[in-house]
């Protein structure tokens, strides 16, 4: 049984450090406070529309999509900024291919607020 309860005590470690790294995300990243704060406007307009449910499953998901491509182009950077601290054309090539990737989950994440929103206000 101890077993079973070091994987249950190992899960709920990892919950905590998760947490832990979304709180230092929020915290100390610009982008990532940036993109919050639209969320949180996002949602209430959510509220204020009164969406559908197909409607909040699309924003709920495009709005995860971009956080989360956020938080891993952060993580990305991190790494290419620990392993080569000085300027080097391959770590730039890397920091902007996954600053693309969040372009992109935002780009398409505004189509999707667009399709929610245009009709509702025009």
Not at 18 to 31: D, N, R, Y
Request: one cysteine or more.
């Amino acid at each position: 049984m101890s077993s079973k309860e070091s994987f249950l005590v190992n899960r709920l470690k990892s919950i905590k450090y998760a947490f832990h790294g979304a709180f230092l995300l929020i915290k100390k990243e610009s982008s990532i406070k940036i993109q919050v704060c639209i969320a949180i406007a996002i949602t209430l307009a959510g509220f204020i529309y009164n969406i559908s449910t197909t409607e909040w499953m699309a924003q709920i998901l495009a709005i995860a999509l971009v956080i989360g491509t956020e938080a891993l182009n952060t993580a990305i950077e991190e790494v290419a900024n620990f392993i080569h601290p000085e300027y080097h054309s391959k770590i730039g090539y890397i920091k902007d291919i996954a600053a693309g990737a969040v372009f992109i989950a935002a780009f398409f994440a505004s189509i999707i607020g667009l399709m929610i929103y245009l009709p509702k206000v025009f």
